[in-house]
C-alpha cells in the first residue's frame, strides 16, 4: 500500500518530504528534532521518504523510485534496522523505510534515516562528525571531545547553566573554513550519566530548553578551542593543562566520526591556533570545572 499522509520539513537548510499512514509522525519528527526542523510548504524537494509498515509491491517500489528498482539495482546506503525484518535503503535521494514492527519503532527508524541521511549530506558539504558536545560564550565556541562517560554532557550543561549557548551534546558537525574551525549543532537527545548511577538519561532538547531557544545557538560558530575533559574520582584535584599540539591533536582525531569514503589527508587541520586543553574534574564538580576552563582561556586570550 502506497502511504498517503505528506509532511514536508525543512531540516538543516534541507527539505524532506515524508509519506506515511501515521498522521502522528509529524508531530513526533517536530519534537524530536526541534530546533533544527519547522514544517515547510515551499516549493523543491532535496529527498523523500516512504515510512511503510509491513510491504510495498514491486510495483510501488517501482513508482516510488521512478523507474524499474532491478535496473537500479537498490543496495541500501543507510541501514540500521532496530530489530529484525526492517530495512532502510537509501537511493537517488529517495529513502523507503520498510518493516513490520510497532509505530513507535517506525518513529524511531524515520528519525534515525533522517539524522543518517544529513550526516552524509554534511560530509559531502565539508562537515566532519565529531563525537563531541559543545558551547559558545561571545559567539566563540568550546568543543568538548570524548568518549562517553568523559564528561562531555555534563560540562557542556553546566556551561549553559553559567551563561553559555548550548550547540551540541554528543555529536557535533566541524567544518574548516579559511583556517578556522566552525560548529554546528546537529538533532540529538542529551544524554548524560547522573552521578552515582551507570545509565544514561534521555531527555529531548524541546523538552530540557522548554521550547525556548534564547539558550542555544542553532548557525554555525567560530571554534576558540578544544576541551579533552575526562571524569575524575572525589578525591582528586580539578585541573586544567594544554596539552601540546601532537598528543592534542590524538586525542582530538581519536573522536572523529571515520566515514568509510574519508582517507586520512582529508582530516580536519588542528595546526591554525587551536589550543587544546585536558580538564579533569569530578561529576560533582562540572560548574567549578566550567569556571577553571573560562579563566585558563580568558588569561591565555589577553
Known amino acids: 500500500m502506497r502511504p498517503s499522509h505528506e509532511t514536508v520539513l525543512t531540516l538543516c537548510d534541507k527539505r524532506i518530504q515524508i509519506y506515511s499512514e501515521d498522521v502522528a509522525l509529524e508531530n513526533y519528527l517536530l519534537e524530536c528534532l526541534w530546533p533544527y526542523v519547522e514544517l515547510d510548504h515551499g516549493i523543491g524537494i532535496d529527498f523523500t521518504l516512504y515510512a511503510v509498515n509491513g510491504s510495498l509491491s514491486p510495483q510501488d517500489l517501482d513508482y516510488f523510485y521512478g523507474q524499474n528498482t532491478d535496473e537500479l539495482g537498490i543496495n541500501p546506503v543507510i541501514t540500521n534496522p532496530v530489530t529484525r525484518g526492517q530495512m532502510i535503503s537509501y537511493r537517488f535521494r529517495k529513502i523507503a523505510i520498510l518493516f513490520n514492527t510497532s509505530r513507535g519503532k517506525l518513529h524511531e527508524d524515520v528519525t534515525r534515516a533522517?539524522?543518517?541521511?544529513?550526516?552524509?549530506?554534511?560530509?559531502?558539504?565539508?562537515?566532519?562528525?565529531?563525537?563531541?558536545?559543545?558551547?559558545?560564550?561571545?559567539?566563540?565556541?568550546?568543543?568538548?571531545?570524548?568518549?562517553?562517560?568523559?564528561?562531555?554532557?555534563?560540562?557542556?550543561?553546566?556551561?549553559?547553566?553559567?551563561?553559555?549557548?548550548?550547540?551540541?551534546?554528543?555529536?557535533?558537525?566541524?567544518?574548516?573554513?579559511?583556517?578556522?574551525?566552525?560548529?554546528?549543532?546537529?538533532?540529538?537527545?542529551?544524554?548524560?550519566?547522573?552521578?552515582?548511577?551507570?545509565?544514561?538519561?534521555?531527555?529531548?532538547?524541546?523538552?530540557?530548553?522548554?521550547?525556548?531557544?534564547?539558550?542555544?545557538?542553532?548557525?554555525?560558530?567560530?571554534?576558540?578551542?578544544?576541551?579533552?575533559?575526562?571524569?575524575?574520582?572525589?578525591?582528586?584535584?580539578?585541573?586544567?593543562?594544554?596539552?601540546?599540539?601532537?598528543?592534542?591533536?590524538?586525542?582530538?582525531?581519536?573522536?572523529?566520526?571515520?566515514?568509510?569514503?574519508?582517507?586520512?589527508?582529508?582530516?580536519?587541520?588542528?595546526?591554525?591556533?587551536?589550543?587544546?586543553?585536558?580538564?579533569k574534574f569530578p561529576y560533582s564538580e562540572a560548574a567549578s570545572a566550567f569556571h577553571l576552563l573560562q579563566n585558563c582561556f580568558a588569561k591565555e586570550y589577553t
Not at 549530506?121 to 565539508?126: C, I, L, P
Not at 561571545?138 to 549557548?165: C, E, W
Open 114 to 279: 533522517i539524522k543518517q541521511l544529513l550526516s552524509l549530506e554534511f560530509q559531502k558539504n565539508g562537515y566532519f562528525l565529531f563525537n563531541a558536545a559543545a558551547v559558545a560564550l561571545d559567539n566563540r565556541a568550546f568543543l568538548i571531545v570524548g568518549p562517553s562517560g568523559a564528561g562531555k554532557t555534563t560540562l557542556a550543561l553546566a556551561g549553559v547553566a553559567q551563561g553559555a549557548s548550548y550547540i551540541a551534546n554528543d555529536v557535533a558537525l566541524v567544518k574548516v573554513r579559511d583556517g578556522k574551525w566552525w560548529v554546528r549543532g546537529y538533532p540529538d537527545v542529551i544524554s548524560s550519566v547522573q552521578p552515582g548511577k551507570s545509565i544514561k538519561h534521555q531527555i529531548l532538547l524541546i523538552d530540557y530548553f522548554q521550547r525556548c531557544t534564547q539558550k542555544m545557538s542553532v548557525e554555525p560558530v567560530l571554534v576558540q578551542d578544544i576541551v579533552v575533559p575526562q571524569i575524575a574520582s572525589g578525591r582528586d584535584v580539578l585541573y586544567c593543562q594544554e596539552l601540546s599540539l601532537q598528543e592534542g591533536q590524538a586525542r582530538v582525531m581519536e573522536r572523529l566520526h571515520r566515514d568509510r569514503r574519508m582517507s586520512t589527508r582529508d582530516e580536519p587541520d588542528l595546526s591554525h591556533g587551536l589550543r587544546i586543553h585536558s580538564l
